[in-house]
C-alpha cells in the first residue's frame, strides 16, 4: 500500500501497512475457515482499542516525565537572589 501524495513519515505508513495486512488477514480467516465475522470484527476493534489505549497510556507517561523536568529544572537552576551588603 503506497501513500505518495499524503507525504507521511515512513513510520506512519508502515503502521497503517500493517494494520491494513492485519485487516486482510482477519477477513481471509473469516472466509477460510466460516468463523463468524461479527466474532472477528470485535477481535480486531478490541485490539485497535488496546492499541489506542497504550499509545494513550504512554503520552502520559511522556507528558508526566516531561513536566517533571520542566519543574525540576524550573526550581534547581533558579538563581538565588543575591542579598544587597550596605556598608554604612
Sequence with gaps: MKFPRLKMR?????TLSGLAIGAASLYAL???YAEARD????????CIVLVLLVMV???IVVALVNAGRY?????????????????E
Aim: glycine share 0%; hydrophobic share 40%; no cysteine.
Design 10 to 14: 515512513k513510520s506512519t505508513r508502515s
Design 30 to 32: 473469516a472466509t477460510a
Design 39 to 46: 466474532n472477528l470484527l470485535r477481535f480486531f476493534i478490541s
Design 57 to 59: 497510556f504512554a503520552l
Design 71 to 87: 519543574v525540576w529544572h524550573r526550581f534547581v537552576s533558579r538563581e538565588l537572589p543575591e542579598e544587597e551588603h550596605t556598608k
